[in-house]
């Protein structure tokens, strides 16, 4: 086997371990354009610097999508947190692996981008955490929701999509640092992460 065949055999194709495509590429495309739009019209009169902050890793790809949509001016700022130690099972408590740092706190609408709202722990720990700051105001959007799932009562303020107590990857969403760059959201095949 030449080192050629040999990468090939260990890098199989991140489709094969989809079981179902739940939303497709284009459809995701046309719902971030309404979210956008949704967006332009809710901050329309804020004096305020409407700051998008990205949860890494998870919503680096909407938030690319999402951010050239906006047609009002954005800033764009980060936080890491980490509520799932790995896999799929949540650790239930909210740790932040990277801060935002700013002085104008009190200047900022922060939009909070997520991939996903599982349990709710980790939108509604940071949305307390940023009105702590002093944010202007703090509010959520997120790609998918699974609202069967929630241990707390959390309501996100823009949603992409609602979805079914699935795994999902793909835009962004992975298993185990895979399947980010799929550019729709797929199922996981349940023997790739289930005993
Ligand atoms: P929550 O605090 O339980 O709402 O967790 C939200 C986080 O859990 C998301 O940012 C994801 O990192 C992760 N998560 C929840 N469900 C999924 C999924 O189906 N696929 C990939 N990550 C998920
Ligand atoms: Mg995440």
């Known amino acids: 086997m030449t080192i050629d065949e040999k990468t090939a055999f260990h890098k199989t194709s991140p489709e094969s371990d989809i079981a179902e495509i739940l939303i497709s590429g284009e459809e995701i ?3 971030v354009t309404e ?3 949704q967006i332009d019209e809710y901050y329309a009169n804020s004096p305020n610097n409407l700051i998008l902050l990205g949860i890494l890793k998870g ?18 700022d980060f936080m890491k947190v980490s509520s799932y130690h790995s896999g799929t099972v949540s650790s239930g408590t909210v740790t932040i692996m990277l801060d935002i740092r700013r002085q104008d706190f009190n200047k900022c609408d922060i939009l909070i981008i997520e991939d996903i709202i599982d349990s709710g722990r980790t939108l509604s720990y940071l949305t ?3 009105k702590l700051k ?8 997120t790609l998918l929701d699974k609202p069967s799932r929630r241990e707390v009562d959390f309501t996100p303020d823009f949603c992409g999509f609602e979805i079914p107590d699935k ?3 793909g835009y962004g969403l992975d ?16 023997e790739l992460y289930k005993n």
């Open 175 to 190: 298993y185990n640092e895979k399947y980010r760059a799929l550019p729709y959201v797929g199922v996981l095949r349940d």
């Open 29 to 31: 495309q046309k719902r």
């Open 134 to 141: 002093g944010a202007a105001s703090v509010h959520t959007c």
């Open 59 to 76: 919503s680096v790809v909407f938030l690319s999508d999402l951010m050239k949509k906006i047609k009002s001016p954005v800033e764009i």
């Open 35 to 37: 979210i956008a739009a």
């Open 167 to 169: 795994f999902v990857v």
């Open 128 to 130: 307390n955490y940023l």
